[in-house]
């Protein structure tokens, strides 16, 4: 019988948190079409890795279901591992479909993924046998239960489901399943320009007639292999009209973690326009459709056939002339990828005509646009093309408590304000609380119901210190209103409710429909967690005390840690207020009177909605507002009590700068004009008041000029010349000269060499790289390899990788994982009570030998107190005095009970003295049998 672990593994509630523990062998893998007499189509085979214990591997195919799937027959061989330990039925397999439904069995102490698959019956009790030796095996599953189907990428899960043993088995499974097949997908749209009427499966691949019909389309060709990052060689093709979408038949070929949605592709119009599609880091144009485009079967690295259609219309791409295309492996750091792809393009084609909006009061008109394409679209009200006024809407009510002063558009989203008075407020509370199951903490909260109340925020460090038991979801939260009104809202599906509460029952508890914790709450990881719940339909309303409940749930648990619990919620507060009803800021929302807080209106003033007082006299001049002809405090006249219209002082000089022609008055404030005042002078100012600056005609007829002091008397070498003959400079300097001599590259008449230096020596550069191949450094050049060289300037071809060991370039091997080269393993005994245990071994070879009981490794009693050379646990205790009436001849450790007594000769048979003549006294007698008297 196969030993059982199972009190060993964590409840199946803790089971998720335990697999994310699983060393995982490979995380993606794909499985390859096998071979089938009956149906090649449904028949997929795959090998594992070497699974440890509780290690799993999954491996993904893309196939198509029309129905539900009803069975699989399954074929297993099994590698390694150890017989006695290692059986078939250890093999726990989990089918995953696209539609997100899954199926799992087998195993032997792991028996689920935890990852909510409908569990099937265990595999045949004939599997119950060394896996290796009993291969093959043979079984079908009925699937009909997991409610399998769909189009699309498939999952086969498989983990090593046993620890006994702690052996590595590899798994090579054939599984050939009834209704699955890997074709018969495509558009199933007979409207569709490539409608299949082949296919049974519609994979949405559908591409409808462009403008001008579906003859208006050109296909190309490509196929590349490529680097991460790296581009393919452009291909043109000559075309006209406007891009509509581009349907896609991929063969991919990928290595490693490679997957058909690194593919990037760029498309760029006879305008010189483009736009680049797919791809994970790589961006070629700034007109970018986003990489989720690709269908999520591309994010797997699946190998195979793929087809995809894309509405690339936003791109807006047209032109008449030569169109590119490019293949490019978009994502920088995976190996290296072949892509087969066929490429149609609709809309485009050698007699199309150019699509787009004709519409010249559309934002996105184009006026070389020769049919409308019906895509015209306008600037909405934040003034984006084709825009929803998403960008600028909000709430636009000032007196709302999410007032957006940035709003130009009203969303619907105001939270209004029922009392203006007390404003927007809420009631926020810190507690600390550690509750156990079916307890509570009742808080009693003095406030005020401001209308409906809106939303409760939470915010709580949980931890589980009692009981793994404990979810952060257990917590209760209810709130009875000062009229009794009890609401409670939060739990879990699992948590006991008012049946099982005494507070809620007694309370007449009701729960608030549709609120309560996110799923990510029902976990007992320890953290923080925050929430929102609506209270707008609890009912809740009132003046007074309001209690608040803080309840654990789940009526089987210990104390949960419930710390730093943070709430606030909008519509309730603690209002503190004015009870005089003729003062501005009265309401009668008040939790707490206090009349000192109330203020009135006065003289010009008055009350505002919201309870300030509004002055009314802007220049507290003590005319009011209403009746004040001049208010401005910068008016000569503004506190005038004739109350007349505003008068301003000002400069009243016209030549002055400052020269205001309304002013009433001259303030002072004219700045000075300053002139010549000389009437001689050629710049005589009749309008100055400040005497400055005179000058006068020089010998060349210029005012205040210097004289005829230039280079040509009274001017300069005109711009552009070098002397006064109109001559102009050379590139080499020269008044009047004739320049760079032909042919050469500098005055002196020097030559470029090959890397472009003028008279360089420079006689060669073969890869005209701009380094002279006598000064080219050789190294690897591939910044991913391990003996990259920064400094190489030409590759040697000689890049590297690092082995398993850590060595560059090396062939190492690590098969055990530890992290020790096998070729640096040091065999022996590593057990630490062992008496050969070996401190330098690295992976123990079974040599391990141990003590006897009671003993050490040297033979010695481990414990031996009277140093008799006879151990503890082996003593004797008795008479060890042979002339004794009791004396015990196996006693090895004398207890002081001898005793003498020749004279009592009444039973000489009852040899032991015990009263009765038995067995013993015989036995003591034989014992001493042939032995010479005293």
Same mark, same amino acid.
């Given at each position: ?191 569709? #320009? ?577 380094? #002279? ?162």
């Amino acid at each position: 019988m196969k030993p059982q672990l199972n009190a060993f593994l964590p409840s199946l509630s803790c089971l998720n948190g335990w697999l994310g523990t699983l060393a995982i062998a490979l995380s993606m893998v794909c499985l390859s079409p096998g071979t089938s007499s009956a149906q090649a189509d449904t028949a997929w085979s795959f090998v594992s890795a070497p699974l440890n214990g509780w290690t799993e591997q999954s491996f993904y195919f893309q196939a198509n279901a029309t129905d539900t799937l009803s069975d699989v027959q399954i074929v297993l061989n099994a590698q390694g591992g150890n017989n006695s330990n290692n059986w078939a039925s250890d093999l726990l397999i989990a089918i995953v479909a696209p539609n997100g439904n899954g199926v799992e069995w087998g195993g032997d102490n792991l028996t689920s993924f935890n990852s909510g698959y409908t569990s099937l019956s265990d595999w045949p009790a004939g599997w119950n046998s060394g896996a290796e030796s009993g291969s093959p095996w043979f079984h079908t599953a009925d699937l009909s239960s997991g409610q399998l189907f769909g189009s699309g990428i498939w999952e086969i899960r498989v983990a090593n489901g046993s620890d006994a043993g702690n052996a590595n088995v590899s798994y090579a499974l054939d599984l050939a399943f009834t209704g699955l097949t890997s074709g018969g997908a495509g558009c199933m749209d007979a409207t569709a #320009c490539n409608y299949d009427a082949t296919a049974f499966v519609d994979d949405g691949t559908c591409a409808y007639a462009p403008i001008g019909g579906c003859a208006c389309q050109t296909s190309v060709s490509l196929t590349e292999t490529l680097a991460g990052a790296e581009f393919g060689s452009p291909l043109s093709f000559t075309g006209s009209g406007a891009l509509s979408e581009v349907h896609i038949a991929l063969e991919f070929q990928g290595e490693g973690s490679s997957r058909p949605a690194d593919m990037l592709i760029q498309v760029t119009s006879p305008q010189g326009e483009c736009t680049s599609f797919g791809g994970v880091d790589v961006t070629v144009c700034d007109n970018h459709v986003n990489g989720s485009a690709w269908p999520t079967a591309w994010d797997f690295p699946v190998t195979g056939n793929l087809t995809v259609t894309l509405d690339l219309s936003s791109a807006q791409l047209l032109g008449d002339g030569e169109w590119t295309v490019t293949l490019v492996n978009g994502n920088s750091s995976v190996a290296a990828s072949t892509y087969s792809a066929d490429i149609t393009f609709y809309g485009i084609c050698a007699d199309g005509a150019l699509a787009g909006c004709t519409d010249s009061t559309a934002c996105n008109y184009q006026p070389s646009a020769e049919i409308d394409n019906g895509v015209c679209t306008w600037l909405d009200a934040c003034g984006v093309c084709g825009g929803d006024n998403g960008t600028c809407s909000g709430c636009t009510y000032e007196f709302a408590c999410n007032y957006d002063s940035l709003a130009i558009v009203d969303d619907g989203s105001c939270n209004l304000i029922e009392d203006l008075v007390v404003g927007c407020c809420s009631f926020t509370q810190v507690v600390n609380e550690a509750i156990s199951g079916n307890q509570s903490t009742v808080l009693t909260l003095p406030a005020s119901a401001i209308g409906d109340l809106g939303n409760f925020e939470i915010s709580v460090d949980f931890q589980a210190t009692g009981s793994l038991k404990n979810w952060a979801s257990d917590l209760i939260i209810s709130l009875i209103d000062p009229n009794g009104t009890c609401a409670y809202f939060g739990g879990n599906s699992k948590t006991e409710s008012d049946d099982n509460s005494p507070y809620l029952a007694a309370n007449n508890c009701t729960e608030i429909a549709g609120q309560g914790w996110p799923e990510s709450w029902d976990t007992n990881v320890a953290g923080t967690y925050t929430a929102t719940v609506n209270l707008s339909s609890a009912g809740l309303n009132g003046i007074g005390d309001w209690d608040l409940g803080l309840h654990n749930g789940d009526i089987n648990t210990s104390p949960a840690e419930y710390n730093a619990l943070v709430w606030s919620v909008d519509g309730l507060c603690n209002v503190e207020g004015c009870t005089d009803t003729l003062a501005c800021n009265y309401t009668p929302n008040i939790t707490l009177a206090n009349d000192d807080l109330c203020v009135y209106a006065t003289g010009c003033e008055t009350c505002n909605p919201d309870g300030t007082v509004e002055a009314n006299d802007d220049d507290a001049d003590g005319i009011c507002n209403a009746d004040d002809l001049c208010s401005d405090t910068t008016a000569v006249n503004f506190d005038d009590a004739a109350n007349g219209a505003c008068l301003y002082g000002g400069c009243t000089n016209p030549c002055a700068s400052n020269y205001n022609p309304e002013a009433a008055e001259d303030d002072g404030s004219c700045a000075p004009v300053p002139g010549c005042m000389d009437v001689a002078a050629c710049n005589f100012d009749a309008c100055a008041d400040q005497n400055e600056g005179c000058t006068y005609p020089d010998a060349c007829g210029i005012c205040g000029g210097p004289g005829a002091i230039y280079e040509c008397g009274c001017s300069d070498i005109p711009e552009g010349d070098c002397d006064c003959a109109g001559n102009q400079l050379d590139e080499c300097g020269v008044c009047g000269g004739q320049g760079i001599p032909e042919g050469a590259c500098d005055c002196a008449g020097n030559q470029p060499d090959a890397i472009g230096v003028c008279g360089g020596t420079c006689t060669c550069d073969v890869d005209e790289n701009g380094v #002279c191949d006598s000064e080219e450094i050789l190294g690897c050049m591939s910044e991913t390899a391990c003996n990259y060289d920064p400094a190489a300037t030409r590759d040697n071809g000689a890049c590297a990788t690092l082995d398993a060991c850590g060595v560059c370039g090396g062939t190492g091997s690590d098969l055990d994982g530890d992290g020790i080269c096998d070729s640096e393993e040091i065999l022996g005994c590593t057990y630490p009570g062992a008496c050969n245990l070996d401190t330098t071994a690295t992976q123990d070879d079974g040599s391990c030998t141990f003590p006897d009981t009671g003993y050490d490794c040297n033979g010695e009693c481990l414990e031996d107190q009277d140093g008799d050379g006879v151990c503890n646990d082996f003593e004797v205790r008795g008479c060890m005095e042979p002339e004794a009436d009791n004396f015990h001849p196996a006693a090895t450790d004398d207890d002081g009970t001898c005793y003498f007594n020749p004279c009592d000769d009444s039973c000489p048979a009852d040899v032991n003295e015990d009263g009765i003549i038995g067995v013993q006294d015989v036995l003591m007698v034989l014992s001493l049998y042939d032995a010479a008297c005293p």
